[in-house]
């Protein structure tokens, strides 16, 4: 097992003023069954009021490799076209394609802890692959001074066939 903390200040670009401290920790679990595991936490403390938002590219996001482009998506509730898993709100969501005849997947769990549990998952595979846990998806996240956010996904990847009692697993 690893493990990296980072103390992260995000900042008005335009004021230099610091508007949250994040306490980011990832956790690298032993592999298991033939997948690895990474537990991705993040705590943000508010400075002042303020929300949370931005194009659906926000959140905990992954971009695949250019030869995952054009892979398939399957969420929790059992929805497998990436286009229909787009905007859902689900406990996971994977993203897997066929590349050089063996199939890969990595999927984002969401802590059922979570602000806005469960999640809705940005989900794309033109022009290029991509997923993220959105919990700003439909609306900003709005946050009063010294109001502390907890996020925490689990992030497996594995090789084989997906279906949703796979990833489950």
Not at 33 to 50: G, Q
Not at 68 to 81: A, P, T, Y
Not at 95 to 103: A, E, H, I, L, R
């Amino acid at each position: 097992e690893g493990i990296i903390v980072a103390i992260n200040h995000w900042v008005d670009a335009k004021t230099g003023k610091v508007l949250l401290i994040e306490r980011r920790t990832l956790k690298i679990l032993p592999p298991k069954d033939n997948a690895t595991f990474l537990i991705w936490e993040s705590e943000l403390v508010a400075n002042e009021e303020l929300s949370l938002a931005g194009a659906q590219y926000n959140g905990l996001g992954i971009r695949f490799a250019r030869s995952m482009d054009g892979g398939n998506g399957l969420n929790s509730k059992g929805i497998g076209d990436i286009k229909r898993a787009n905007g859902d709100k689900a406990n996971w969501c994977a993203y897997f394609k066929k590349v050089n005849g063996m199939q890969y997947c990595v999927a984002i769990f969401s802590d059922e802890k979570n602000t806005r549990h469960p999640v809705p998952f940005f989900a794309m595979n033109q022009p290029f692959g991509f997923i993220s846990a959105a919990p700003t998806f439909y609306e900003p996240l709005r946050l009063k001074e010294k109001e502390t956010v907890k996020l925490r996904y689990c992030i497996v990847t594995f090789a084989g066939d997906v279906t949703a009692n796979r990833v489950q697993e």
